[in-house]
């Protein structure tokens, strides 16, 4: 009797053991079934786009997101395959326009990086050149100084093409304050070689207010460039640009002009009354602007008041 039992109840282990494996087998065949749906679903549409490692990264990734979704989907209570394969593959929308779009994307970030790539070919080979050109006089003609500069030059020249095309590439997105800053930086390179050039190979003694200058001519491209982007702070910047124009002017002629002091100090006067005018002539113009715009605001309303004698009835 004891015996009978025990091969009961083995048979009857063997039995649920068989039942777990064919369950597992079922759910196992169930996910790479879906699995290998969901794969063939996008090598289909992945064929339609060029063949890049950044396709099939992206390809990749959307088929993690659709199992992910299957998941979830079966999380709570979706059994049927079909459905869960369609509800999932409805959420990529338009899946050709994306990968339309995608490979668009692709091609403008190639561009850039093509460009990029030749801009800076195109500086170091503008330093190269110019070292080679140094070395050459210096090796030939024995004039190690100061035709150095040849090679600072070349530097400048270099960081100079760099930083315009970087200035470029932000204005065309329309994001102005790094291109205000590209070209400041380019101008100071200038000054700093102007300076250099003066001091080192012509022996001007005044060679330092090349430094000077710089500050007007800095405010003044700021303001051009404040004016051309139609900045909010463009009307602040034209009379600070304005003043400090007058008194680098002043200085620079009370150095290099005898007796020029005075009246020469008339000139940052002169500055300040037009900074003044500039002022005065742009709060006229806002308050003319504001005027207008609550005249036309309180015609419209009396318009609309006016509507009711003819349109409110008292029923």
């Not at 597992?24 to 339609?48: D, I, N, P, V």
């Amino acid at each position: 009797m004891q015996a009978k039992k025990i091969v009961i109840q083995c048979n009857q282990a063997q039995t649920n053991a068989y039942i777990l494996c064919k369950h597992c087998a079922r759910k196992c065949k169930r996910k790479y079934g879906m699995k290998e749906r969901f794969k063939k679903y996008l090598e289909e549409h992945f064929k339609k786009i060029a063949p890049t490692q950044a396709a099939m990264e992206y390809r990749k990734a959307l088929l993690r997101q659709l199992l992910d979704r299957e998941q979830e989907l079966r999380i709570k209570g979706v059994t049927d395959d079909n459905l869960i394969f369609d509800m999932a593959v409805s959420e990529l929308g338009d899946f050709d326009q994306t990968l339309a779009n995608f490979e668009q994307r692709q091609i403008k970030s190639g561009e850039v990086k093509r460009k990029v790539s030749a801009t800076s070919i195109c500086a170091a080979a503008i330093v190269a050149l110019l070292t080679i050109v140094y070395l050459i006089v210096g090796a030939v003609a024995k004039i190690w100084h100061p035709a150095w500069l040849i090679m600072v030059g070349g530097v400048f020249v270099g960081a100079s093409v760099l930083l315009i095309y970087g200035a470029v590439r932000f204005a065309a997105k329309k994001k102005f304050i790094p291109v205000r800053i590209f070209v400041a930086i380019c101008e100071v390179l200038l000054t700093v070689f102007v300076f250099l050039l003066l001091q080192l190979v012509f022996k001007l003694n005044g060679a330092w207010m090349s430094f000077l200058a710089m500050v007007a001519v800095l405010l003044g491209v700021d303001t051009a460039i404040a004016f051309g982007t139609n900045s909010k702070i463009k009307w602040f910047e034209l009379p600070v640009f304005i003043e400090v124009a007058a008194v680098m002017l002043y200085v620079i002629l009370g150095i290099t002009v005898q007796g020029i002091w005075h009246p020469g100090w008339l000139m940052c006067l002169a500055g300040v009354v037009c900074a003044l005018v500039q002022l005065v002539v742009v709060v006229v113009k806002k308050a003319k602007a504001k005027n207008k715009k609550e005249k036309a605001s309180l015609e419209d309303k009396n318009e609309k008041e006016d509507q009711k004698y003819w349109t409110e009835w008292d029923d």
